[in-house]
């Protein structure tokens, strides 16, 4: 495994990210920790949760089947960077109480407790918010965040979700407080087939110095090889992917692109984590496997190289949008 530091922060973590929003609902605890194990054991030591995962009735889930795993050895715990998310309305029925969701100093003192709780730990190393709270101000955000840090019960800080002007807006005034680090990373929906990322989120994530950690790099199974699964085993493509590839024009750019990577002979959703692995200011992409099989898979993308041609090749498939002004001014 290959490993970087996340963003300006002293923090080394490896390259991929072992997101596990599939641990509950997909996948029963026995495999889950299983999955964890292997990703341990191959040097994945960046976990990626949310305290909503679980989702529904079962909301905090997630969270709980990753706490009875470090239950289940201290060593786990010592060698995971772990991070979390609170935002999210965490009533079963989705009516939530008054101050029960968003990032209010009440409901971030409760969530970071609760999610302490099913995790089993004492502390969450990247605690990240995982939408904009458009009702409350960063002052308050940050006098939240800055007790919780002196407490010992969070490390770092990190966004989900952020347009750039509101990274901008969170660091600035967490500059001008003093005394706090600001966000450390930004956790947003970046990958071949959805660029926008690059036109604000990503430059200001680099001039704040936060790491980029993808989520969705294969958008939704669609730059997994769906349409060569389709034809080879009758595997017709579901959810998102079934979506976009009802669109002609969508169906016939990811034709093109599974093409390239079969005249190359890469795999294809190795091909789209390994290109992640290029852009810069990314720290490492989440993986999400329901299965053992895919996260090998995915391990196998941090060694591959691509080659100049291929990346040429697939800038011409999945052209980005440029950056920020140029791209929609002139």
Sequence with gaps: MKYTQLGRTGLKVSRLVLGTMNFGPQTDEADSHSIMDAALDAGINFFDTANVYGWGENKGRTEEIIGNWFAKSPVHRDKVVLATKVYGNMAADGDAWPNHDKLSAVNIRRAVDASLKRLQTDYIDVYQFHH??????????????????????????????????????????????????????????YNLAERRAEMEVIPAAQDYGLGVIPWSPLH??????????????????????????????????????????????????????AWLLTRPGVTGPIVGPRTGEQLESALRAVELELSEELLAGLDEIFPGPGPSPEAFAW
């Design 132 to 189: 904009i709270d458009r009702s409350t101000p960063f002052e308050e955000i940050w006098q939240a965040i800055d007790t919780l840090i002196q407490q010992g019960k969070i490390l770092y800080v990190g966004s989900s979700n952020f347009p750039g002007y509101k990274i901008a807006q969170a660091n600035e005034i967490a500059a001008r407080r003093g005394g706090t680090i600001g966000l450390v990373s930004e956790q947003c929906l």
């Design 220 to 273: 939704g199974g669609l730059l997994g090889g769906v349409i060569k699964k389709e034809v080879e085993g009758g595997r017709r493509a579901s959810g998102r992917a079934a979506d976009s590839l009802a669109n002609t024009a969508i169906r016939a750019q990811i034709q093109a692109y599974e093409d390239l990577l079969d005249k190359h002979g890469v795999e294809p959703g190795e091909a789209a984590l």
